[in-house]
């Protein structure tokens, strides 16, 4: 299973970006998607979740400004970040939590980060 990140780059603050990362090799069934960031000297932190069913959950810092969604079809997560602020800045990995064909047990999947740096 591969996950490829894209979108991250430099912005002003106020500004927006858009992440994606699209899933692909064998995985067969994909039940939650989601963003995770690590801020320099920092541990890795949730940002923003989404189930199969399409309930989300965000850290509170990003509540408002970011929204979650996903393509179920294309295998891909998105993360719409708005009114970017510089304590927005690290590298943000996406996760897929799913199963590979033939196996019945659920595995998480990481991508292998994209670089997002807010200037002030």
């Known amino acids: 299973v591969q996950l490829q990140a894209s979108g991250g780059g430099l912005v002003q603050a106020g500004g927006s970006l858009r992440l994606s990362c699209t899933a692909s090799g064998s995985i067969f069934s994909i039940n939650d998607m989601g963003w995770y960031r690590q801020a320099p000297g920092k541990q890795r932190e949730l940002v923003a979740t989404m189930s199969s069913a399409g309930s989300t959950n965000s850290a509170d810092s990003v509540k408002g400004r970011f929204t979650i969604s996903r393509d179920n079809a294309k295998n891909t997560v998105y993360l719409q970040m708005n009114s970017l602020k510089p304590e927005d800045t690290g590298v943000y990995y996406c996760?897929?939590?799913?199963?590979?064909?033939?196996?019945?047990?659920?595995?998480?999947?990481w991508g292998q980060g994209t670089e997002v740096t807010v200037s002030s």
């Open positions: 996760k897929v939590t799913g199963r590979v064909r033939g196996s019945p047990y659920l595995h998480d999947y």
